[in-house]
């Protein structure tokens, strides 16, 4: 491409434009939502799970306040369930990534039990199927595994999958940025034994505030997932366990009900311009692209590339208005939270190569091809005046 300079900043996600180009489906029911005034457990909440189960073909699933509600009420609906308490015990072992936001593990620690990091794989960024293998042939009390679908990418699932079986663990998905995605056909978040969504503003399908859900092909953990999401009762004068105020408002979800329709519109949107990303950028030295495995369907919630340029890439890039985002300068076992906190069996040696490395582009459903080339106009003449 040989576009001119970027005149204005560009936006990283632009929300408003999606807004715009939604607003007459979007406007009227979140008005009529308003004239209702039911504003807590409206029917758009019921109708919103309805539309999801049908979506995601599986028979449960409960919204919640947020995404991070989403896991932390997961992981407590398995200690009820497999382990017959409240909450895990601190000698109880969930292994999950070390390359993610920090509720993917802080979840885990209010759950009650122990986070243990294993390393990601270099081409997904996802939890490395030989990385846990390695720790539980070692001496543990892991319980289950979270996994990460990490910038839409799905984990590596027949063979995380066999794992879990061979070590009956049970398997949490945070499909936070991953809704939409697949894996050999099936959607995420079908999986595993139970799963975490985020209906974040910036998420693939976004609410105008915190929101998440949880889905699950399981009865009991429905039901108790549930009861946690309302103060831990069947009905509000009776508790039976320590719950939640985390149920998903009417609000958010009638304009989730409304955004659901468009959303294998906006997906392809985002993998048209990750097409355009591929197309412009492949034969750059000291690059690598996003990897999608041959049996996943991957969402581009975020578009990641990897380069040990990380730091000047971006920097060049920022100074010609171009935002760019490090998803995740940090890995969580160095933050103070988990010290002490956690079990690092192993070296993270791709995660810690990953923080110095990856760079998220701009992507977005309402990016403009033009745009998009400008950008990969920047980042080739970066590349040629530095290799």
């Not at 309805?50 to 409960?62: A, F, G, S, T, V």
């Not at 996802?126 to 293998?133: A, D, F, V, Y």
């Not at 956690?342 to 190569?353: D, E, I, M, V």
């Amino acid at each position: 491409p040989t576009p001119n300079p970027t005149p204005n900043p560009t936006p990283f996600l632009d929300l408003q434009e999606e807004y715009k180009l939604l607003q007459s489906h979007l406007t009227p029911p979140l008005l009529q939502t308003l004239v209702q005034a039911q504003y807590i457990q409206g029917p758009p909440v019921k109708q919103l799970e309805k539309q999801l189960q049908y979506l995601l073909r599986i028979p449960h699933c409960i919204t919640t306040s947020s995404g991070t509600d989403a896991l932390v009420i997961a992981l407590r609906a398995l200690a009820l369930e497999r382990e017959k308490k409240e909450f895990f015990q601190p000698t109880d072992e969930i292994l999950t990534t070390p390359f993610s936001f920090v509720a993917s593990a802080d979840a885990i620690l209010r759950a009650g039990a122990t986070p243990v990091f294993a390393d990601i794989h270099p081409q997904t960024f996802n939890l490395h199927p030989e990385s846990i293998q390695k720790i539980l042939r070692s001496k543990h009390n892991i319980k289950g595994l979270l996994l990460v679908h990490l910038y839409g990418q799905a984990c590596e699932m027949d063979e995380i999958i066999k794992i879990a079986q061979k070590y009956q663990l049970f398997i949490v998905e945070d499909v936070a940025q991953a809704f939409g995605g697949k894996w050999n056909s099936q959607p995420l978040g079908t999986l595993g034994d139970i799963a975490a969504f985020s209906f974040f503003p910036t998420k693939n399908l976004g609410a105008m505030g915190d929101g998440g859900m949880i889905a699950t092909h399981n009865p009991n953990l429905a039901h108790y997932a549930r009861m946690l999401t309302k103060h831990g009762g069947k009905n509000k004068y009776n508790s039976q366990y320590l719950g939640y105020n985390a149920r998903l408002d009417t609000l958010q979800a009638t304009l989730l009900l409304a955004k659901l329709p468009f959303l294998p519109t906006l997906l392809q949107q985002r993998r048209q311009t990750a097409k355009l990303y591929q197309q412009y950028l492949q034969h750059l030295p000291q690059l690598k692209l996003p990897y999608v495995h041959p049996s996943a369907q991957h969402t581009y919630h975020q578009f990641t590339i990897s380069t040990p340029y990380q730091q000047q890439l971006q920097h060049y890039l920022q100074q010609h208005h171009i935002p760019t985002m490090i998803y995740y300068p940090k890995l969580l076992p160095e933050m103070k939270l988990f010290q002490s906190k956690c079990r690092t069996p192993l070296p993270l040696t791709a995660a810690k190569q990953a923080t110095q490395q990856v760079l998220s582009l701009p992507i977005s459903p309402t990016q403009k091809t033009q745009i998009t080339q400008q950008i990969c106009q920047h980042i080739q003449n970066f590349f040629h005046q530095n290799t």
